[in-house]
Each structure stands twice: as structure tokens, then as C-alpha cells.
T-cell receptor
Framework: DAGITQSPRYKITETGRQVTLMCHQTWSHSYMFWYRQDLGHGLRLIYYSAAADITDKGEVPDGYVVSRSKTENFPLTLESATRSQTSVYFC??????????FGPGTRLTVT | GENVEQHPSTLSVQEGDSAVIKCTYSDSASNYFPWYKQELGKGPQLIIDIRSNVGEKKDQRIAVTLNKTAKHFSLHITETQPEDSAVYFCAASNFGNEKLTFGTGTRLTIIP
């Protein structure tokens, strides 16, 4: 399917566990982004990537790790999950005219 | 860095009436201003955007206006319909810096 997909859609994990959220896009867009969405904060940028093997921090990067070995994939890893990382996570990619396309989101609960 | 403020946080309008959502930004270098609509359980979807060389842009019932001097931009929805009910986000960035800064969102409810 063309577009941008995220998996899993829902995840429950325990404090201290490592969890990886996956993001895949089929457009070969260079730029990809990870956001978290929390009530009252809107969308906040965690990490972004300009191309394969090029990543940079956003507004709230602490506790997260990203990698990008292939253009189409941009996984986000929580190395040791904390309750404050309970959120909805969105991946996005950027088109030719700076427009961003968002995935359907992953709802993560850390217990 | 950029700071985007969005008002109101909630808005209820009668079906058929107009809705206006306003945003202000802090970085005078910003020159790209998109608006996103987010329906329940879905990711945000771009509905319209405007670049700083344009003062107004329309797409059917949706329009966006930009005042660079005052550093604010607004979303106007006319002849509102029930399917316009959603959360709307404004954002700002500048070309060459691909990071978008989002407002905190407006929950729009259309009353039948």
C-alpha cells in the first residue's frame, strides 16, 4: 500500500522495558519526523531525519533513540520506557513542497 | 526558537455558520504556514497552507489569511458542515529549516 504506515497501532509496556515503534513510507521522501501528541501540548517533535544515516534532535529527544538505515524506514526506540512517555506517537514524511504527511499513529501506554 | 500560539482551544458553531481559528508566531523568519485537520483516531491531515509571499489563499470553503507584519495567520471555514468537526492545528516553519512548530490545537464542533 502506498503511503505512510506505523506499527504497532497500540502498545502497552511496562516501565523499564525497551520498545520500538516502526514507521514506513513508500514515497522515498528524504525527510522523516517523529512527534508525540499530548493533551495541551499539541504535536512536539522528538527526532527527525534528513536522509538515510542522518538524524537530528527535535524539541523533546530525551529517552528516545532513532536510526535510519534505509530511506523508507524510521524506527523510534524507547530504551527504558517511563510513564511520562505514555502518549500517541506520529511519524511523518515531507513531500516536495514542504508538506508533511502523517501516519495513523501509535498509542503507547507505559504501566 | 519558534513559538506558535493558537486560539481558541475549543469552538462550537452552528451548522452553516463560519468558523475562524487564529494563530500567532514569534519568528519573523518563518515563511511557511500549514493547517492540519485531525479526526478522532487518525493522524493530522494537511488541509491548506500558505507561504509568506501570499496574503490569502482559498480552497472551496476553506481560506487562510496571513499578516506578516503582525505575525499572525488565520483559518476561515465557511458554510460549516458536520464533517468539519475535528481538531485543527496551525504550524509554522521556514524553508531551509524543515522542522514545523505546531500550535496546541482547536477542537471545532459543528452543532446540527
Amino acid at each position: 500500500d502506498a503511503g505512510i504506515t506505523q506499527s504497532p497501532r497500540y502498545k502497552i509496556t511496562e516501565t523499564g522495558r525497551q520498545v520500538t515503534l516502526m514507521c514506513h513510507q513508500t514515497w522515498s521522501h528524504s525527510y522523516m519526523f517523529w512527534y508525540r501528541q499530548d493533551l495541551g501540548h499539541g504535536l512536539r517533535l522528538i527526532y527527525y531525519s534528513a536522509a538515510a544515516d542522518i538524524t537530528d534532535k527535535g524539541e523533546v529527544p530525551d529517552g528516545y533513540v532513532v536510526s535510519r538505515s534505509k530511506t523508507e524506514n524510521f524506527p523510534l526506540t524507547l530504551e527504558s520506557a517511563t510513564r511520562s512517555q505514555t502518549s500517541v506517537y506520529f511519524c511523518a514524511s515531507q513531500g516536495l513542497f514542504y508538506e508533511q504527511y502523517f501516519g495513523p499513529g501509535t498509542r503507547l501506554t507505559v504501566t | 526558537g519558534e513559538n506558535v500560539e493558537q486560539h481558541p482551544s475549543t469552538l462550537s458553531v452552528q451548522e452553516g455558520d463560519s468558523a475562524v481559528i487564529k494563530c500567532t508566531y514569534s519568528d519573523s523568519a518563518s515563511n511557511y504556514f500549514p493547517w492540519y485537520k485531525q479526526e478522532l483516531g487518525k493522524g493530522p491531515q494537511l488541509i491548506i497552507d500558505i507561504r509568506s509571499n501570499v496574503g490569502e489563499k482559498k480552497d472551496q470553503r476553506i481560506a487562510v489569511t496571513l499578516n506578516k507584519t503582525a505575525k499572525h495567520f488565520s483559518l476561515h471555514i465557511t458554510e460549516t458542515q458536520p464533517e468539519d468537526s475535528a481538531v485543527y492545528f496551525c504550524a509554522a516553519s521556514n524553508f531551509g529549516n524543515e522542522k514545523l512548530t505546531f500550535g496546541t490545537g482547536t477542537r471545532l464542533t459543528i452543532i446540527p
